[in-house]
């Protein structure tokens, strides 16, 4: 089944302890973001990476980290959480062809930082 | 960088009327602009884009029209029923960078009444 799959799927952690959200993609796309959404303020890109080796910053990537080894993987690292990143976080992938566009979303992780 | 607005946040409508979404963008080169469904507690869903090139989209009781010259677009469901019922997101992308940098609107809350 194509699917775009994350883990955990809930966190509950406290500030500054470090946390690693994965994000694993088995249709071969080439490109992959994550989102956070918050109340009244929509997606907001974090990062994204248009292959392997290959990211760059979306609109509010301060405070977040990413890695591309693998075409399947793209982790999102939190070195030191905060308060303010606790929210709802998507991974996203898609092909890299002007035939479609579509961005296929994971279940999503709702992340706690007391 | 492209700012999207998207109106209204809530909308409420009688079983079988129809509902309109609408959305403004900033950046005149923005040539893509897809609608995402988002049902309670799922990941977004892609329902229906529409490139540039096009002043109208249909796909059975859903449709998009795009005004480039007055840079906004909306999302128009007829005969609601009550699965239409989600948050519905618009967004918009350049194509030369593709789908990896979509910009999302704020979100309307669509609710069908029975």
């Known amino acids: 089944e194509a699917q775009v799959t994350q883990n955990p799927r809930y966190l509950i952690t406290v500030t500054g302890k470090k946390l690693t959200v994965t994000c694993s993609q088995n249709?071969?796309?080439?490109?992959m973001s994550w989102y956070r959404q918050d109340p009244g303020l929509g997606l907001r890109q974090i990062y994204y990476s248009m292959n392997v080796e290959v990211t760059d910053k979306g609109d509010v990537p301060e405070g977040y980290k990413v890695s591309r080894k693998e075409k399947r993987n793209f982790p999102l690292i939190l070195e030191s959480p905060s308060p303010n990143q606790t929210s709802l976080y998507f991974c996203?992938?898609?092909?890299?062809?002007?035939?479609?566009?579509?961005?296929?979303f994971g279940p999503g992780t709702r992340l706690t930082v007391t | 960088g492209e700012n999207v607005e998207q109106h209204p946040s809530t909308l409420s409508v009688q079983e079988g009327d129809s509902a309109v979404i609408k959305c403004t963008y900033s950046?005149?080169?923005?040539?893509?602009f897809p609608w995402y469904k988002q049902e309670l507690g799922k990941r977004p869903q892609l329902i229906i884009d529409i490139r540039s090139n096009v002043g109208e989209k249909k796909d059975q009781r859903i449709a998009v029209t795009l005004n480039k010259t007055a840079k906004h677009f909306s999302l128009h469901i007829t005969e609601t029923q009550p699965e239409d019922s989600a948050v519905y997101f618009c967004a918009a992308s350049r194509s030369a960078q593709g789908a990896q940098k979509l910009v999302f609107g704020q979100g309307t809350r669509l609710t069908i009444n029975p």
């Open positions: 249709m071969n796309h080439e490109y």
């Open positions: 950046d005149s080169a923005s040539n893509y």
């Open positions: 996203a992938s898609s092909f890299r062809t002007t035939q479609s566009y579509e961005q296929y």
